[in-house]
């Protein structure tokens, strides 16, 4: 991965940059090199926190995310410079990836990425932390549910997800709301967890998903460790035209709930708790393995 600043602006090329740089036998040596060994057994103190998110740099919810660790440690916080909600875990290979400094109340708050929340996550370690890379990486605080199937969506999510990848421990928050959000409760009920997670890190390969019911603190009924619940989204598109008559659509839906346990995400949201949901990066299902065993052959 190479880097060539312009200005006060970087630009950040993802594979073969169209030129020469000076510094190319270095850059061929840390692409040899992973910037993490190995996958963290404890976290040190003081952390070094990497922020998220996919609602942009700009968004309430990281600002709470923000306050609510910030006497962990050392914070960076790496964001989308605009929403990126629903990015799923998609990475940008076909253009360069800007990088813009964000100030707030007059100090650097972070850097404002143009690309999505597994690009911030990628950049963060493997260039512009790269000599010090973050200990943790929290993502959020997310503006809606990630519960259920949202998982796969989730550019939240996904950015915890591209930690574990990267062998950093890995948290996303999710505030269940679009309205009216608790973010005294939400900023209370992360810097709990997240004090949880530096003492006791997720194992290696496991990131946790943290969902929060939009009520005051006193309101919550407690914690509770959850599956991922089965549900789908019923899709539903609006079709319209624009002001010289082409037509575009519009997506709009709703979460269908295929599952009546107890234990799921979704309905421990819906009962008033904070759900945390672990979850692993192995998709194999294991219980088919046999089922297709029989199609093996040799050439």
Request: aromatic residues 8%.
């Amino acid at each position: 991965m190479a880097i060539k600043l312009f200005g006060d602006t970087q630009k950040f090329y993802i594979g073969e940059y169209p030129g020469e740089f000076p510094e190319r036998e270095n850059t061929q040596r840390m692409k040899n090199k992973s910037p993490v060994s190995n996958p963290a057994s404890r976290i040190p103190h003081p952390v070094r926190i990497l922020l998220c998110n996919d609602d942009g740099i700009h968004a309430p919810g990281l600002s709470v995310l923000h306050g609510a660790v910030k006497e962990f440690g050392e914070l960076h916080v790496i964001a989308p410079d605009v929403e990126r909600s629903a990015a799923g875990h998609a990475i940008t290979l076909s253009e360069p990836i800007k990088s813009t400094p964000v100030e707030k109340n007059g100090e650097l708050f972070g850097y404002g990425i143009g690309g999505t929340p597994a690009d911030c996550i990628k950049l963060a370690v493997c260039a512009m932390l790269r000599d010090t890379p973050p200990d943790l990486v929290l993502s959020g605080i997310n503006l809606g549910s990630n519960t259920g199937i949202s998982v796969i969506y989730s550019g939240t999510v996904s950015a915890a997800t591209e930690g574990v990848v990267l062998g950093i421990p890995g948290v996303a928050f999710s505030l269940c709301t679009y309205v009216d959000p608790e973010w005294e409760m939400a900023g209370r009920i992360v810097k709990e967890i997240t004090q949880k997670v530096i003492e006791t890190p997720p194992p290696p390969g496991v990131l946790l998903n943290v969902n929060l019911p939009n009520l005051p603190y006193e309101k919550l009924k407690g914690i509770r460790v959850t599956r991922m619940g089965r549900s789908r989204f019923i899709e539903e598109f609006h079709k319209r035209l624009d002001p010289r008559g082409r037509t575009y659509y519009w997506l709009d839906g709703a979460l269908e709930v295929h599952d009546d346990g107890d234990d799921i995400d979704i309905h421990a949201v819906r009962d008033g708790y904070v759900s945390i949901t672990p979850i692993h990066l192995d998709l194999t299902a294991y219980d088919a393995l046999e089922t297709f065993r029989p199609w093996e052959t040799e050439f």
